[in-house]
């Protein structure tokens, strides 16, 4: 599985953009996806995750600002960021796990997820 994220880039605090990320393969209706992100001299944390029933997860930083969605017939995950703040700026990756089954619980953690697109820098400014 190969992952290509696309959509970063400079924008002013209380701006928008919009994330995309395609994955080849056949089985992308039976994973489950999540955007990471990570800001320089820190770890991975997770953004938003998305089950392939399509129930969601957001960190708490992201409530109400950021939306993930999935659309399987053309293989895309995205994420929609609005009211971008300064402690957005990061590095925004994509993951997916492995085909799993309808009642494996969403995963939460980056060990968790098996495939990784190569990320693309989100910034804003103040």
């Known amino acids: 599985v190969q992952l290509q994220a696309s959509g970063g880039g400079l924008v002013q605090a209380g701006g928008s953009l919009r994330l995309s990320c395609a994955a080849s393969?056949?089985?992308?209706?039976?994973?489950?996806m999540a955007w990471f992100r990570q800001a320089p001299g820190k770890e991975y944390d997770l953004v938003a995750a998305i089950k392939r029933s399509g129930s969601t997860f957001y960190t708490d930083a992201v409530k109400g600002r950021f939306t993930i969605s999935r659309d399987n017939a053309k293989n895309v995950v995205y994420l929609e960021m609005n009211s971008l703040k300064p402690e957005d700026t990061a590095v925004y990756y994509c993951?997916?796990?492995?085909?799993?089954?309808?009642?494996?619980?969403?995963?939460?953690?980056?060990?968790?997820?098996?495939?990784w697109g190569q990320g693309t820098q989100v910034t804003v400014s103040s």
């Open positions: 993951a997916a796990t492995k085909d799993v089954i309808l009642s494996v619980p969403l995963q939460l953690t980056s060990v968790e997820y098996d495939y």
């Open positions: 393969g056949r089985t992308f209706s039976r994973r489950n």
